[in-house]
């Protein structure tokens, strides 16, 4: 993360911006080491493997642009984990990730669990939104059951834009 006070610049990640908190926050019990990492490795590939058959399908597909918000510019850049064209037109951009809670579970627990998660991709559908000629798309978070495999896919929230905006909120009240 980077400020530049001059010109009223900041740099980041969409991660890093997605775990942006003022104060202290909960540890949350750590995440589990190596086996955790190599274990959602393991299901993205998997995801992978089944929406490669989907034409046009990229992955991993960088993204970066320039948000005004209350008088800052965020200079914004990360990777979507799944880019997949529709056939009727418009795209899907598909964050997967990675929990130990059993699944499912109420959308209302996801979110309240993880808002980092709803946080990034609201990120990736304004940045999306902002690039010339881009196709209507609609976001979706694939959480993935560590242990098992269970995958439960959540449309990104309607108010993805005030999301975002709450988030770089509180990311104006730190500077």
Do not use: C
């Amino acid at each position: 993360m980077h400020f530049d006070l001059a010109t009223r610049i900041v740099t980041l990640g969409v991660g890093e911006l997605a775990g942006f908190a003022l104060g202290p926050r909960e540890s949350g019990g750590g995440g589990g080491g190596l086996w955790r990492a190599q274990l959602g490795q393991h299901w993205h590939s998997e995801l992978r493997l089944r929406a490669a058959e989907e034409p046009g399908a990229r992955f991993e597909v960088p993204i970066a642009g320039d948000y005004p918000h209350r008088g800052w510019t965020f200079r914004l850049a990360g990777r979507i984990d799944q880019y997949l064209p529709s056939p009727a037109g418009g795209v899907r951009l598909r964050e997967l990730k990675t929990v130990s809670r059993p699944l499912p579970a109420p959308e209302a627990e996801l979110q309240a669990e993880y808002p980092g998660y709803f946080v990034q991709l609201a990120a990736y559908l304004v940045l999306h939104a902002l690039a010339p000629d881009a196709a209507p798309a609609r976001g979706e978070l694939v959480f993935i059951e560590a242990g098992s495999g269970l995958v439960q896919t959540v449309a990104a929230p309607p108010a993805s834009v005030a999301i975002l905006n709450g988030q770089l909120d509180e990311l104006v009240a730190f500077l």
